[in-house]
């Protein structure tokens, strides 16, 4: 039974909305803890490490999201023994997935620090963690937050494919609104309103952001 | 974990995935020239056009970069229709890619031309040499060298993202995975496979653009 379009399906969609916040948070916390990983590995000074994070960001990045979700959604159960929600399975891809890129960001934010900062720590009897510590995270995290805010702008748009694998977030409300109301124009348009009403502002802070840091230098 | 693998059926299948392969190939080649052209284009509006196409293009860049893909690509095929424009699902994916890829690539366009600094235009003219001369000398190659990095990380990205056209079933390959999974039940072997095709892919292009980037800008 087709029912018409109104604006309590612009509500639908918008409480949809939420769940394509949260997962983007929860890939953000979950990315966020490989990155810092995958970042470190490959500025450390042990060989071995800097060529396994290199592996796993060349590994992600070569391989498109959609593989990611759908490997993970029926590789899980095989690895845990037990059927996984999408809700996990979509998690734990987005977080792999959202280290790699997140890992290269702050890796090169790190080695936009000058070479004499590490030696001026090692000069000082600061050993390779407290270098890091004390001397280049510090100046590091402030070039690395343009860049992490226009990465969450990508990580946004990319929860939508979230959708393939029964996720309900934003563009699934839309695909069952629009099986409902059989006006694909109107609610697929509504959808990517919404998510531009995310996603740009976003865009304009790390602009922002970034234009402020090259002042400041 | 007491899961048998089991890949047989998926090998029984090589000549569908080939090609899937192909079409993925196909699409991305269609993308990529159609994005360098929309992208040159509106790089120039951007740059030299005038106001009022100028900002259409901005706001033409903003809308695609900030909202999903997969989104763009139901508009194309599935909203389309409504305005009386019924694509197939090929066309449909050439077109929304072509219009995402565009986008992008504007951007990336817009800042190598924006990076060979005025004075050095001005310098080629007191030089003599003719617009079309400082053009091809002082901007063009200069340009390229800054855009290419960045340009070619983005065709591949864009490879990766044909993936999404399978959601309209263009027979790409995803599409021809989850049409493998339907007739095999081995889902997690075919995912499996099919993702470690696109990281070959992925890699083989990724080597191919070394490799033209150090034949074109090496010697230098």
């Known amino acids: 039974m087709i029912r018409e379009f109104a604006a309590i399906d612009v509500y639908y969609l918008l409480l949809a909305a939420r769940w394509t916040l949260a997962l983007t948070a929860l890939a953000f916390v979950g990315g966020g803890l490989f990155g810092i990983v995958v970042a470190l590995m490959r500025v450390s000074p042990f060989m071995p490490l800097r060529a396994l994070g290199a592996a796993y960001v060349n590994v992600v990045q070569g391989i498109p999201l959609l593989g990611w979700l759908f490997v993970f959604f029926f590789g899980l159960p095989i690895l845990a023994s037990v059927q996984v929600s999408s809700w996990v399975a979509a998690t734990v891809a987005f977080s792999f997935y959202a280290g790699a890129f997140l890992g290269e960001i702050w890796r090169g934010c790190l080695q936009a620090i000058p070479r004499q900062q590490w030696e001026a720590g090692a000069a000082l009897g600061l050993g390779f963690g407290e270098q890091l510590r004390h001397v280049i995270v510090p100046q590091a995290v402030r070039v690395a937050i343009p860049p992490t805010v226009g990465f969450l702008v990508q990580l946004i748009k990319n929860t939508s494919l979230g959708a393939v694998i029964g996720f309900v977030e934003l563009t699934r409300e839309g695909q069952l609104t629009n099986a409902a109301t059989y006006r694909p124009f109107t609610v697929y348009i509504a959808v990517a309103a919404i998510y531009f009403a995310m996603c740009f502002p976003l865009t304009q802070l790390s602009r922002r952001l970034e234009r402020r840091l090259r002042v400041a230098r | ?220």
């Not at chain 2, 509106?42 to 997969?70: C, D, F, K, Q």
């Not at chain 2, 995402?100 to 924006?114: P, Q």
Request: hydrophobic share 55%.
């Open chain 2, 1 to 220: 974990m007491n899961y048998r693998f089991n890949f047989r059926d998926i090998w029984a299948q090589t000549d569908f995935i080939l090609e899937g392969i192909l079409v993925t190939l196909a699409l991305t080649v269609v993308t990529m020239l159609s994005g360098l052209v929309i992208g040159t284009l509106g790089a120039a509006a951007r740059v030299h056009g005038p106001r009022w196409l100028s900002t259409m293009v901005a706001a033409y860049v903003e809308v695609i970069r900030n909202t999903p893909l997969i989104v763009q690509l139901f508009l194309v095929f599935f909203g389309l229709p409504s305005a009386g424009i019924r694509l197939d699902a090929m066309t449909a994916s050439m077109i929304a890619l072509g219009i995402n890829l565009g986008a992008y690539s504007t951007e990336i366009i817009r800042a190598g031309l924006e990076a060979i600094p005025r004075t050095q235009v001005e310098a080629g003219r007191c030089l003599g040499l003719s617009g079309v001369q400082v053009f091809r000398h002082v901007v063009l190659f200069p340009a390229i060298k800054v855009i290419y990095p960045a340009l070619s990380s983005q065709f591949v990205l864009i490879m990766l993202a044909t993936s999404v056209v399978s959601q309209i079933s263009a027979p790409d390959l995803f599409h021809v995975a989850s049409i493998i999974q339907s007739r095999t039940f081995r889902d997690f072997e075919i995912y499996a496979v099919v993702s470690g095709i696109y990281l070959a892919l992925a890699l083989a292009m990724k080597l191919g653009f070394a490799a033209i980037h150090h034949l074109a800008f090496g010697r230098r």
